[in-house]
């Protein structure tokens, strides 16, 4: 198997849509293999997830039950070999966001492997904030925003209309920062001295 040339570690079954889900449609069109490895589900999320992944690219991997949250992304790290990798915010409000920064932050510096994947490393965003530690790659999604949001509306079971007002002001406030409609950001940072080459995903 073909490394992964994008890798996302998430907490919830919509992390992905709401933090980058138009740069993985723009990198799914491209021919680019995207995954989402999403550590907390159960199974109205999972039904909701598989029909958004369709609609935006993306291929899943969930956390088993009784795995431990290191194992699962370790073996992800290892089977998947990404080229690019996106995780939360370390510190971010949602405290099983922040559990799984913390812990993919623990596997990267653990792993023996971590010279050769994943090359770079980012934090997405975090709630209606633009200011993150780290410096920011920011991604053009304005020609895939409506299938983002199309995507955030398959999550019936989490308000999806609170999801797409929050996506609306994030991404149009990233956009002005590039002088165009709509961005995500995604924000370096450094892992045992290392900070990733600032560039476009992946």
């Avoid at 971010?92 to 812990?103: A, K, R, T, Y």
């Avoid at 797409?164 to 001295?193: C, V, W």
Wanted: with cysteine.
């Amino acid at each position: 198997m073909r490394p992964t040339d994008f890798l996302l570690c998430v907490a919830h079954c919509d992390d992905a849509e709401l933090w980058a889900g138009g740069t993985i449609a723009k990198l799914a069109k491209a021919g680019k293999n995207v995954v989402a490895a999403i550590a907390h589900h159960d199974d109205l999320r999972r039904n909701e997830v598989v029909s958004s992944a369709k609609i935006l690219g993306y291929e899943i991997r969930f956390r088993e039950k009784d795995a431990s949250l290191f194992d699962w992304i370790e073996n992800c790290f290892s089977e998947l070999r990404p080229e690019v990798l996106a995780t939360h915010p370390a510190g971010d409000p949602h405290f099983e966001h922040d559990e799984v920064s913390h812990m993919v932050t623990k596997v990267l510096t653990k792993s023996t492997q971590r010279k050769n994947y994943p090359k770079r490393w980012y934090w997405f965003d975090t709630y209606y904030s633009t200011d993150s530690q780290g410096h920011s790659v920011l991604i053009d999604i304005s020609d895939y925003f409506e299938r983002k949001i199309s995507a955030l509306e398959c999550h019936q079971s989490q308000s999806p209309g609170d999801l797409i007002k929050m996506a609306r002001a994030m991404n149009a406030l990233n956009g002005m920062r590039i002088r165009t409609q709509y961005a995500e950001a995604f924000y370096t940072f450094p892992l045992l001295g290392r900070v990733p080459r600032l560039r476009e995903l992946p």
